[in-house]
């Protein structure tokens, strides 16, 4: 995943003219080389806080054996039998360190089609089974 550039875009975003709150953007990016890819100098007070937020997050807790490690993608944005979870599309994915000691979950809500429903529990992958983790 080191390999992998992810950045927090402006809003809405110069190709997809999508319009996401800045932690929603930060947390998307943190799973790669995360980069800012916006003009700060046009950013309010509140953005900046948060990216400032979301870089402390992204360097203390995502180092490089984390990032060396594998990446699982949980459910697939791109499979519309796997997005479509009672009623919601969804995409989650993980990245586990190399020596599986830990990891990193991120789970994204893209769209609710049914108010209600529950989304079922989420499955890990490339854990160590003996292994007890602190969440």
Known sequence: MITM????????????????PGNV???MSMLGAMGVELNLMKAD???????????????TTLDFGLLRGQFYRLWDPFDSHSTQVY????????????DRSR??????L????????IIP???LK??????LYDI
């Not at 009623?87 to 190399?98: H, L």
């Not at 990891?103 to 994204?108: G, W």
Request: charge should be neutral.
């Open 121 to 123: 529990r989420l499955q």
């Open 87 to 98: 009623g919601a599309e969804v995409t989650a994915w993980m990245q586990v360190s190399e």
């Open 25 to 27: 953007r930060g947390v």
């Open 110 to 117: 893209l769209h609710l089609k049914e108010v209600g429903k």
């Open 5 to 20: 550039g992810s950045h927090i875009t402006a809003t809405p975003n110069h190709q997809t003219g999508r319009i996401l």
């Open 45 to 59: 007070v509140e953005l900046l806080a948060e990216i400032r937020a979301l870089i402390h997050v992204y360097k």
């Open 126 to 131: 490339g854990l160590s089974e003996d292994t």
């Open 103 to 108: 990891a990193v979950v991120m789970a994204c």
